[in-house]
């Protein structure tokens, strides 16, 4: 399994040679779809590839509530994905909590009737590109729509779109106490995962959290592709290496 790092493009020479394999990107600050195409310039090719891209939506474009702007939204996502596919990454991560958090007063159902119809454009309009849509579930303390692996795992299988998957986040389940074995309930629909300890979101191995049923999941499911960390840092150059190995030890003994 490769082990990848969640950061910026500028420092991907000092990141590959901290051990880690990829880097994941931000859709807004790398792919910039908000900008014309004859304002945006392709970033220069790294000593890192760049497989996927995290923070998909700003806050301020909906895609729930009664304030959705369709063609606004479209418009951006085909941007987004004709620049990564242009970069060769494959995979764009929706999080973004802002964006689909559900207004108050909104009607649960309906943002999910919403979210649905979004999927399945935006899993279309990904289809074009050769990219994912990787539905990322929140804890609940973060956003109020979408906090578990069975409410995304519904939600992609409502859009039936083979461009639409799922993202599986070690840090949201362990902060909201979601067992490992809901990863044995959606392993077909897994396009990512991300990594970080429950109480800080730290790296692997600061704290110690065991990772272990997680990762054993993880193998049972057949997955065995891509991890980032997606984690904050005291001292990056110290913590990394560290952590790299504190997770293959784990990697490792779960047998990935």
């Known amino acids: 399994m490769l082990i990848g790092i969640c950061g910026s493009a500028d420092q991907a020479s000092a990141l590959k040679e901290l051990g880690f394999d990829f880097l994941e990107e931000n859709v807004q600050r ?20 760049v497989p996927a891209a995290n923070c998909f939506l700003p806050g301020d474009l909906k895609v729930v509530g009664p304030k959705v702007d369709s063609a606004a939204l479209h ?43 979004a999927l399945k454009e935006l899993g279309a309009r990904a289809e074009g590109w050769g990219v994912y849509v990787a539905v990322e579930p929140l804890n609940r303390g973060e956003c109020n729509f979408i906090n578990s692996l069975a409410e995304g795992a519904a939600l992609v299988r409502a859009a039936d779109h083979p461009n639409v998957r799922l993202l599986v986040d070690f840090f949201h389940m362990l902060r909201d106490d979601e067992p490992a074995g809901e990863i044995l309930k959606v392993g077909d629909l897994i396009q990512h995962v991300h990594i970080a300890e429950k109480a800080k979101r730290t790296a692997p191995g600061v704290a110690g959290d065991d990772f272990s049923a997680f990762l054993g999941a993880l193998k049972e499911v057949g997955y065995s592709d891509k991890i980032s960390l997606e984690c904050g840092w005291g001292d990056l150059n110290a913590e990394a290496p560290k952590s790299i190995a504190y997770l293959r030890k784990q990697m490792k003994a779960a047998g990935l």
């Open 30 to 49: 790398f792919l910039k779809p908000r900008e014309s195409n004859e304002a945006f310039q392709s970033p220069a090719p790294g000593a890192l590839t």
């Open 75 to 117: 418009a951006y996502a085909d941007r987004a994905f004709e620049r990564a596919h242009n970069i060769g990454l494959d995979t764009i991560v929706f999080g973004s909590g802002g964006a689909r958090a559900i207004p108050e007063g909104w009607a649960k159902a309906k943002a999910e009737e919403q979210f649905v119809e």
